[in-house]
Nanobody
């Protein structure tokens, strides 16, 4: 199983980025999928997660209304659209595949992780 995260980069505050997580060896439609982030000196935190049915999504309080998680089953890829970015969104972002179909927010729920992609938001 491999999860390949991409799309990170440097963006000014107020800008947007779209992260992608391409899966191989695993079908993203069969698992809940999540995005997490980890800033220097901080614990990894859940940003967003999506159930297998796609109509159930959860978001962290700090990104609610600004980030959107989605999935393209044909491409076996999960996305994180990030709008109105803030300097405090700066972190390494990771995608992960869950144990089951419902979206979880704790790291222990996820069995496979991507390598991470760095997002830097300048003020």
């Amino acid at each position: 199983v491999q999860l390949q995260a991409s799309g990170g980069g440097l963006v000014q505050a107020g800008g947007s980025l779209r992260l992608s997580c391409a899966a191989s060896g695993l079908t993203v439609s069969s698992r809940a999928m999540g995005w997490f982030r980890q800033a220097p000196g901080k614990e990894r935190e859940n940003v967003a997660a999506i159930a297998t049915t796609s109509d159930i999504t959860v978001y962290g309080d700090s990104v609610q209304g600004r980030f959107t998680i989605s999935r393209d089953n044909a491409k076996n890829t999960v996305y994180l659209q990030m709008n109105s970015l803030k300097p405090e969104d700066t972190a390494v972002y990771y995608c992960a595949a869950g144990r089951g179909g419902l979206p979880g927010i704790v790291t222990d729920y996820y069995t496979h992780w991507g390598q991470g992609t760095l997002v830097t938001v300048s003020s």
